[in-house]
Structures are given as C-alpha cells and as structure tokens.
C-alpha cells in the first residue's frame, strides 16, 4: 500500500499541459503555507517550462515570515501589472480566484488549495489542472503527495518550507487536519531543518507590535461565548492574525473575529475551536454578502474594500452582522450592551 494516494495520472495530465514555450507565473498571498507550496509548484515544473517565478500580492511584515523567506532564500516578488504581463502562464496556489480582486483578473492553468471551493464563473475557462481539498490542513500537504509520486526528494530548503508551512496552518496541529497532514509532515521530518525550524518559531512579531496588545484588550467585546475586537488601523493585517491565535488562548472565549483597517480593506480575522460553532460558516454568513469571506471549521479571513460599507462605520456592521444575523443576542459584559448604539467604550 502506497504511503500517500497514487497520483500517477493526476501528474502525467499536469505534465501534458506543460512544454518549453511557456514562462509561468506562480501568485500567492503569501503566508508559510503558500510560500512553500510556491517554491514546492516550482521544483515540480521548472524543468519542463521556459521559466518559472513566484509573486505575492501582499506585504510581508510578520517576522517569522520574514525569516523563513531569509533563511530559506526564498526568491519572491511583489506583484505589479507591468511584472505580470510578461508571463503567458499562471498558476495559484493555497488560494483561489475569487479571494482577491487581483486574483480574478487572471485565467488560472493551475489552481491548487485546501480552502472551501467556490466554482469558477462560467465565462472563464477551465484551469488544465485543479485540485482542491479543503479537508487538508495545509496546501503543503498536497504538494508533499505530488513530489512523492513524481518520486522527487525534496531538498533540505523545501522539505523545510513544507513542514513549516504544515505545522504553521495547522497551528501545530491544533486546527483541522487530516491523516495525509501528519503523513506528510512525519515524512517531511527526515529531511527538514529543525534549527532553521526554531530559528523562524522564535521570530513571532516585532516590540512594536506589542500596542496592538493593550488596544485589542480595550476594545473587546463579549459575544455568546465568543468576542469581537475592533483595531481600527493596524500596519498589516498580520497583527489581526497574531491577535485572533491569542484570544483564543483565553478560557472563556471558544470564538473571536479581531477586525481592523488596513490599506484600503477592512480585514476580519476567525478564529474558533471548532468544537460549538463553524467560523468558515460565520464569515461567509455575517460578510460574505460585502466581499471574499470564508474558511475552515476554526480559521477564516475576510477582506472587505472601505468603500464596500457605503461611508458606514465598518465596527458597527461587522458588530451588527455577529450579533443579529449570526448569534441573535451578545453582551459586553458586566457594564454595556453591544446592540446600544451609544455604546462607545468600545472605540
């Protein structure tokens, strides 16, 4: 019996799409998961291709990010219009078109994620290879099965690329997961960096990051067993993501959304524990309506564009959407209730 599925045809039809001609480009939103399914996507093809690079379509800010981009050398670029129109081939990975505006501008020939499917519109045309498995805990995982059918070792940068990218969206395995997560990363672990590994761990988020603290505690407030935090304007939403896996560290909270301002978008972060409440469900209930919004059982994202709330407050709709389409009642404890619009200790 094979230790991953056998992908034997799901490679070779790959492979068929793939000639001399073709210069690809691989786009992420770049977090550990996607960065290492890129550079996983670019050993697989690069030697059947003209040429092969990878782009982002974020800022990075998070330092454990960025070490694993230095430490790992990581080649990577920031998108730009001009850089993308020099390629005749693209591909996604660990996302999906309609995640992004900038996502749906492009006719995707690979499109490879664990996140929940949402069909392409009719009017585009079919990638030459899709694969979506929102049953895995990481993109990575479905990466490791293609390299170990296609009987490729993965080199001591990748295989630690992946296993970070594992342990990373599966928040060491606390999140969903599936036996093809721990298969992968127990296989990865032969080949992978364990200092490099403790050297990216330890580079969690900058002193200066440290305010975002006191504001995320001011401004929380209790939901059914869960809480909302407002941040307003934070400098990358990677602050919202580092928040969110801290409330839910807290006793009493089993869910929380921790939104602020960023650039010209509203991002919220899920988080739950999966054990009373679906926050995948929650995102796409309470926001799907105003934009890109979904996820697994215990982890969603939603990225919102300002001029999507029509001048509104973007706390008060968000808080408005958890309480009354989602959840119906919510306190703020012992001294406010979140429905009372003059509530404004919460600011």
Known sequence: MSYFRKLDDEMA???????????????????????????????????????????????????????????????????????AERYNKYAIVDSQPHHDPIFSRFDFSIIVDHHPEKPLPEDRPKPDFMEIRPEYGACSTLFVEYLYSLKIKPSRQLATALFYGIKSDTMSFERDFCDADIKAFRYLSKFADQNIIRK?????????????????????????????????????????????????????????????????????????????????????????????????????????????????????IIMERLCDRALRSCSTGNTANANNPNNTNQE
């Open 13 to 83: 039809q790959l492979f068929s799409k793939l000639d001399k001609s073709q210069s690809w480009l691989v786009m992420i939103n770049a977090d550990p998961d996607a960065l290492a399914s890129a550079i996983a996507l670019r050993r697989i093809i690069r030697r059947r291709v003209a040429h092969v690079d990878i782009v982002r379509i974020n800022d990075i800010f998070r330092p454990d990010n960025l070490a694993m981009i230095h430490y790992l050398r990581i080649k990577n670029r920031k998108y730009r219009d001009r850089l």
């Open 200 to 316: 990216i761990v330890r580079n969690e988020f900058p002193l200066a990051w440290t305010k975002y603290y006191k504001q995320a505690f001011d401004s929380i407030t209790q939901i059914n067993g869960g809480a909302f935090i407002w941040m307003d304007k934070v400098e990358s939403p990677d602050v919202l993501v580092i928040l969110a896996d801290f409330f839910m560290r807290v006793q009493e909270i089993s869910w929380c959304v921790v939104s602020g301002r960023s650039g010209r978008k509203v991002v919220s972060i899920f988080r739950g524990d999966g054990i009373r409440r679906d926050v995948g469900k929650l995102a796409a209930n309470c926001l799907g309506h105003l934009g890109g919004a979904g996820g697994h059982r215990t982890a969603a994202r939603s990225e919102i564009e300002i001029k999507k709330f029509q001048g509104k407050t973007p706390r008060d």
